[in-house]
C-alpha cells in the first residue's frame, strides 16, 4: 500500500518540477499540481485504506476498558476478607477527597 502511495507522491513531485521550470509554468502552478495531483488524493486514498487498523484499534481499546472494569469491580465485590464491610480509601493527611 505504502509502496504506490510513494511511487504516486514521486509521480507528483515530478509533474510539479517540470511545471516549475517550464518556461509557460510558474511556481504557483507547480504547487497548485503538487497539491492537487498529489497531497490530497495520497492523503485521502491513506485515509481510506487506515480505516480497518483504526477501527480495530478502537474495538480493541474498548474491550480492554471492559476487561479492566471487571476486574475492578470484581475486586470490590471480593472485599478485604474481614466481617466487617470495607470502607472507602482515606484521603491523605491535609487534603480533602
Not at 509533474?15 to 507547480?30: F, T
Not at 480495530?56 to 481499546?61: F, P, S, T, Y
Not at 470502607?87 to 491523605?92: G, R
Request: net charge neutral.
Amino acid at each position: 500500500m505504502y509502496l504506490v502511495a510513494i511511487a504516486w507522491f514521486y509521480v507528483a513531485l515530478m509533474m510539479a518540477l517540470a511545471e516549475a521550470v517550464s518556461s509557460q509554468g510558474s511556481v504557483l502552478g507547480a504547487l497548485i499540481t503538487f497539491t492537487l495531483y498529489g497531497l490530497l488524493p495520497i492523503g485521502i486514498v491513506l485515509y481510506v485504506m487506515g480505516a480497518p487498523r483504526r477501527r480495530e484499534a478502537r474495538r480493541r481499546q474498548e474491550r480492554e476498558e471492559l476487561l479492566q472494569a471487571q476486574q475492578r469491580a470484581a475486586a470490590s465485590a471480593q472485599g478485604d476478607g474481614g466481617d466487617h464491610a470495607a470502607a472507602e480509601p482515606l484521603a491523605p493527611v491535609g487534603k480533602e477527597p
